[in-house]
């Protein structure tokens, strides 16, 4: 039997700290009872990959041990992306596919994102695996390891139908898990490219790996502005979300980018449904319609987001995160690589450079996502009264995720994290001063359940 610290079972994967909550028995028994999950769907492989933490390699060795006990075959594909081992997990004949990725996390972190079947591996299933570990529900065998050279398969996939223009780009993997496949990457694309950090460094001694904070995409805009760049693309730690910068150095956030890419698709398949989470600027919902399709707000989580794609047979649909999930001539994954891909091609097909696209969209002012800590008991239970609170009054308030609520002014945000104990808020406004009234609103309602909003980052 093994018991799994409860902080490392999440909503979307497995993840902790390596040698306090997580750990090398920790990855055995995920490999022992996911196998056991596997085989007794009727399968017999799983296909494995990790990225470029220095705790990966080993915690890969253990799950292989533990897939192999559980009488599961292991097929390795080795270090890269998460999109990667997601790709694998599409064209190769497995049933199933572990990442032993820590994502954007400080270097001491470490996880397990998984895929069973073709499907996100997620919430429930997370808490039945742990569980059956917790019970030694497990199957017993021995099973066989292989491995299998995916990266230039993977690339070349990447580049299937390709018909972009030859564009001046920058990019930067931020020492994360896609640095070999963008290098791959690039040398294929026509046009000129210029690439920061693309070795492997787990200590990411350059700028964190995160793409949706914008201070770390300073470098990126330095090399734009540098070589006069059409663009500038930068990825998370283990490749699965994207960021993007335009020629005068303007960071094109993710329901912008959605609203670029939805176009082209829009084209190819007339009234198709394209999917955002709850975060994503009104201005994307009204453009997507605009374009003639069927614009649907979901919860954000890109395991959440998957399923619904799957159940409105939608093309195209993204989170404000930078993940983006293409089934259109894709397999429906968050590949930032692909996405990058997708991008370039969209430029060509829609004919302007990203800045006048840019240049062309609605201009909102909104906050940066400001969350506060709350206690975990406390953390839905605030959601829930602030509902109640506006619906007895009367408001415009959707309930897919936390409550959005539209006003004159704009809209404004309030959800609880899935992650973490913490409350998030966001507003989204015409001006600075309808901003200004919906941030007050948030505070008079957070107020009103005893919860105060402490200094922010940003705002």
């Given at each position: 039997?093994?018991?799994f610290?409860p902080t490392?079972?999440?909503?979307?994967?497995?993840?902790g700290?390596?040698?306090?909550?997580?750990?090398?028995?920790?990855?055995?028994?995920i490999?022992?009872?996911?196998?056991?999950?596997v085989?007794?769907?009727?399968?017999?492989?799983?296909a494995v990959?990790?990225?470029?933490?220095?705790?990966?390699?080993?915690?890969e060795?253990?799950?292989?041990k533990?897939?192999?006990?559980?009488?599961v075959?292991?097929?390795?594909?080795g270090?890269?992306?998460?999109p990667?081992?997601?790709?694998?997990e599409?064209?190769?004949?497995v049933?199933?596919?572990?990442?032993?990725?820590?994502?954007?996390n400080p270097?001491d972190?470490?996880?397990?994102k998984?895929?069973l079947?073709?499907?996100?591996?997620?919430?429930?299933d997370i808490?039945?695996?742990?569980q059956?570990?917790?019970a030694?529900?497990?199957?017993?065998?021995?099973?066989?390891?292989?491995?299998?050279?995916?990266?230039?398969r993977?690339?070349?996939?990447?580049?299937q139908?390709?018909?972009?223009p030859?564009l001046?780009v920058?990019?930067?993997?931020?020492?994360?898990?896609?640095?070999?496949?963008?290098?791959?990457?690039?040398?294929r694309l026509?046009?000129?490219?210029?690439t920061?950090?693309t070795?492997?460094?787990?200590r990411?001694?350059?700028h964190?790996p995160?793409p949706?904070?914008?201070?770390?995409?300073?470098?990126?805009?330095?090399?734009?502005?540098?070589?006069?760049?059409?663009?500038?693309?930068?990825?998370?730690?283990?490749?699965?979300?994207?960021?993007?910068v335009?020629?005068?150095?303007r960071?094109?956030?993710?329901?912008?980018?959605?609203?670029?890419?939805?176009?082209?698709?829009?084209?190819d398949?007339?009234?198709?449904t394209?999917?955002a989470?709850?975060?994503?600027?009104?201005?994307?919902?009204?453009?997507?319609?605009?374009?003639?399709?069927?614009?649907?707000?979901?919860k954000?989580g890109?395991?959440?987001?998957?399923q619904?794609m799957?159940?409105?047979?939608?093309?195209?649909?993204?989170?404000?995160?930078?993940?983006?999930?293409f089934?259109h001539?894709?397999?429906?994954?968050?590949?930032a690589l692909y996405?990058?891909?997708?991008?370039?091609?969209a430029?060509?097909?829609?004919g302007k450079?990203?800045a006048?696209?840019?240049?062309?969209m609605?201009?909102?002012v909104?906050?940066?996502?400001?969350r506060?800590?709350?206690?975990?008991?406390?953390?839905?239970?605030?959601?829930e009264?602030?509902?109640?609170?506006?619906?007895?009054?009367?408001?415009t308030?959707?309930?897919?995720?936390?409550?959005?609520?539209?006003t004159a002014?704009?809209w404004?945000?309030?959800?609880a994290?899935?992650?973490q104990?913490?409350?998030?808020?966001?507003?989204?406004?015409?001006?600075?001063?309808?901003l200004?009234?919906?941030?007050?609103?948030?505070?008079?309602?957070?107020a009103?359940?005893?919860?105060?909003?402490?200094?922010?980052?940003?705002?």
């Amino acid at each position: 039997m093994h018991q799994f610290h409860p902080t490392t079972l999440r909503e979307y994967d497995i993840r902790g700290i390596v040698g306090e909550t997580l750990g090398e028995a920790d990855a055995e028994a995920i490999g022992r009872t996911f196998g056991t999950l596997v085989r007794r769907g009727g399968g017999s492989r799983v296909a494995v990959g990790y990225d470029g933490r220095q705790s990966s390699p080993a915690l890969e060795a253990a799950l292989v041990k533990g897939l192999n006990a559980a009488g599961v075959d292991a097929v390795r594909v080795g270090l890269g992306a998460t999109p990667m081992l997601y790709y694998a997990e599409a064209v190769l004949d497995v049933d199933g596919g572990i990442m032993i990725t820590g994502s954007h996390n400080p270097p001491d972190y470490n996880g397990f994102k998984m895929v069973l079947r073709h499907g996100p591996f997620f919430g429930a299933d997370i808490q039945k695996l742990g569980q059956m570990a917790a019970a030694a529900d497990w199957e017993s065998g021995e099973g066989k390891v292989e491995q299998v050279e995916i990266e230039d398969r993977y690339v070349d996939r990447l580049l299937q139908g390709f018909d972009g223009p030859a564009l001046k780009v920058g990019w930067d993997a931020g020492n994360g898990a896609a640095g070999p496949a963008l290098e791959k990457l690039v040398a294929r694309l026509p046009g000129e490219h210029h690439t920061l950090y693309t070795d492997i460094d787990s200590r990411f001694p350059n700028h964190h790996p995160d793409p949706t904070d914008e201070k770390n995409l300073a470098d990126l805009k330095g090399l734009i502005a540098d070589k006069g760049l059409d663009l500038g693309i930068a990825f998370d730690g283990d490749g699965d979300r994207i960021g993007a910068v335009d020629g005068q150095g303007r960071v094109i956030w993710g329901d912008q980018l959605l609203s670029i890419l939805a176009e082209p698709v829009l084209e190819d398949v007339p009234g198709a449904t394209i999917i955002a989470d709850v975060k994503a600027s009104q201005a994307l919902y009204d453009r997507v319609a605009e374009l003639g399709g069927e614009p649907v707000m979901w919860k954000t989580g890109h395991s959440l987001i998957k399923q619904k794609m799957k159940e409105t047979g939608s093309p195209l649909a993204g989170e404000m995160s930078g993940h983006v999930f293409f089934a259109h001539e894709y397999y429906g994954f968050d590949d930032a690589l692909y996405a990058a891909v997708r991008l370039i091609r969209a430029l060509g097909r829609l004919g302007k450079p990203l800045a006048q696209l840019r240049d062309e969209m609605p201009d909102m002012v909104n906050t940066p996502e400001m969350r506060f800590q709350v206690d975990e008991s406390r953390k839905f239970a605030v959601v829930e009264e602030v509902l109640e609170r506006l619906e007895s009054t009367g408001a415009t308030v959707n309930r897919t995720d936390g409550a959005r609520v539209n006003t004159a002014d704009g809209w404004w945000l309030l959800r609880a994290s899935n992650t973490q104990d913490v409350l998030v808020a966001r507003a989204e406004a015409k001006d600075e001063a309808g901003l200004e009234r919906l941030v007050a609103q948030i505070d008079d309602q957070l107020a009103r359940s005893g919860v105060k909003r402490g200094p922010q980052a940003g705002h």
